[in-house]
């Protein structure tokens, strides 16, 4: 298992609230977190963090974005919310 955090966020994307959940696989750690945003319907956005890497974030609509998709995989990675 892997210890992953759950950053739940407002329109402005600061933290409101945080989760730690263990999980067998990242796939695990996105389905939990997504189930978790679905019953706090006051958070606008969840994002999984793994350590101090940012590896996914979705709001209300689901359009997901991984780091994968959006950053080089050499590359450090930071949070969308906090990269200039």
């Known amino acids: 298992m892997t210890l992953y955090?759950?950053?739940f966020l407002d329109p402005h994307d600061h933290i409101e609230a945080r989760e730690e959940i263990d999980a067998?696989?990242?796939i695990?750690?996105?389905?939990r977190s997504n189930a978790m945003l679905d019953h706090r319907s006051h958070h606008d956005a969840?994002?999984?963090?793994?350590?101090n890497r940012w590896i996914?974030?979705?709001g209300p609509?689901?359009?997901?974005?991984t780091e994968s998709a959006t950053l080089p995989s050499s590359e450090p990675h930071?949070?969308?919310?906090t990269a200039a």
């Not at 930071?78 to 919310?81: A, D, F, L, V, W």
């Open 61 to 65: 609509d689901r359009k997901m974005r």
């Open 78 to 81: 930071e949070s969308p919310r």
């Open 46 to 51: 969840v994002e999984v963090w793994a350590g």
């Open 5 to 7: 955090r759950c950053h």
């Open 28 to 31: 695990d750690a996105i389905d």
């Open 56 to 58: 996914y974030r979705a």
């Open 24 to 26: 067998v696989s990242l």
